[in-house]
């Protein structure tokens, strides 16, 4: 016979057990009180309405104006643009022209301060962050790849077929603001390459670094390859952009290899440019290495972010294509 005492424990202890088990299945998680706060319209930059609004939002409670400006001081441009769209008032502190001041300055930092503040007034109505927009530049923060494959003959084991292999390999450069770059043709994978091109291992891993210069949207660079028979590799590209401000293409205009004597190795690691400049298309000074225009390999280059190299497509596995040809 079962007492009333006996059920009243029994249900006691379902009660219990069900309450543990709730509490297990809702964890506190503060950081969730940050979000679906309604934040109110702030008053964008440079107005003249006088008023200011509270915002309610956390997270712009715990992070004041000048906190909030130093961090933003510390982001790279595209990381600015991406912030913009995190809420409306980060948008409109973002307008703030000293952030792109700041990064015109230093993305054309070759033409000098003057001359950038001539430009700004002359072309970009005094905006900074309109010039950064509209006006061709070099990107570097990461990698610019060209992919190219030739066909190379194979061995023939029979008589009546000539096998074919599709050869696949990779240009890399990388452009520094001081108007330096590094270059390498490679095999390897953007992600393999991505962790030596710099001037610290450039030289252990055949990276060879040279000078380049930009006018509007034209980039000519030079890359000297030294050995015993030293040669000048002379570049002609044209920057675009797959939307504005992009500037993450470079089509190949031109591609030249000449020879150069002892007379012209002096000094020539330091700027390249300066001594070629004059030279003509077909040029060479050395009889040995005669120029040749290459026409083949003019794949245009597309950049890749530092942030992208691990998962760029360019890291797939190219498949093994092999081609018998019947003789």
């Given at each position: 016979m079962t007492s009333d005492y006996g059920l009243d424990v029994s249900a006691e202890l379902e009660s219990a057990s069900q309450l543990r088990a709730a509490h297990f299945f809702s964890t506190q998680r503060p950081w969730l009180d940050l979000y679906g706060v309604y934040i109110k319209p702030v008053v964008p930059y440079g107005s003249a309405i006088s008023k200011s609004s509270i915002d309610p939002a956390l997270i712009h409670r715990y992070l004041p104006e000048e906190l909030l400006f130093e961090i933003f001081t510390r982001m790279s441009p595209y990381t600015l643009g991406r912030a913009a769209c995190v809420c409306r008032k980060w948008k409109y502190t973002i307008r703030n022209p000293v952030y792109w001041r700041n990064a015109c300055l230093k993305a054309w930092q070759l033409y000098g301060v003057v001359e950038n503040y001539k430009l700004l007034q002359s072309k970009y109505d005094g905006s900074w962050r309109k010039m950064w927009l509209l006006r061709p530049r070099i990107r570097t923060d990461g990698l610019y790849v060209s992919r190219n494959t030739y066909i190379r003959a194979g061995v023939a084991e029979w008589k009546v077929t000539n096998p074919v292999h599709v050869v696949c390999y990779f240009r890399?450069?990388?452009?520094?603001?001081?108007?330096?770059?590094?270059?390498?043709?490679?095999?390897?994978k953007v992600?393999?390459?991505?962790?030596?091109?710099?001037?610290?291992?450039?030289?252990v891993e055949g990276v060879y670094s040279g000078s380049y210069t930009l006018s509007e949207d034209k980039v000519e660079a030079a890359v000297l390859y030294p050995g015993?028979?030293?040669?000048?590799?002379?570049?002609?590209?044209?920057?675009?952009?797959?939307?504005?401000?992009?500037?993450?293409?470079?089509?190949?205009?031109?591609?030249?290899?000449?020879?150069?004597?002892?007379?012209?190795?002096?000094?020539?690691?330091?700027?390249?440019?300066e001594i070629i400049e004059g030279w003509e298309e077909d040029e060479t000074h050395n009889p040995d290495v005669p120029a040749i225009s290459h026409k083949r390999g003019l794949t245009p280059f597309v950049f890749i972010p530092f942030e992208e190299v691990e998962t760029s497509v360019l890291n797939l596995p190219v498949e093994r294509m092999d081609y018998f040809v019947p003789g």
């Open positions: 890399y450069m990388r452009f520094y603001p001081s108007g330096r770059f590094l270059y390498k043709n490679s095999s390897q992600k393999d390459v991505a962790k030596f091109m710099n001037f610290r291992s450039a030289k015993l028979r030293p040669t000048v590799w002379r570049i002609r590209l044209r920057l675009r952009g797959t939307i504005v401000g992009a500037n993450n293409r470079m089509d190949l205009l031109s591609l030249v290899t000449s020879g150069v004597n002892d007379t012209d190795m002096i000094g020539l690691d330091e700027n390249i440019l």
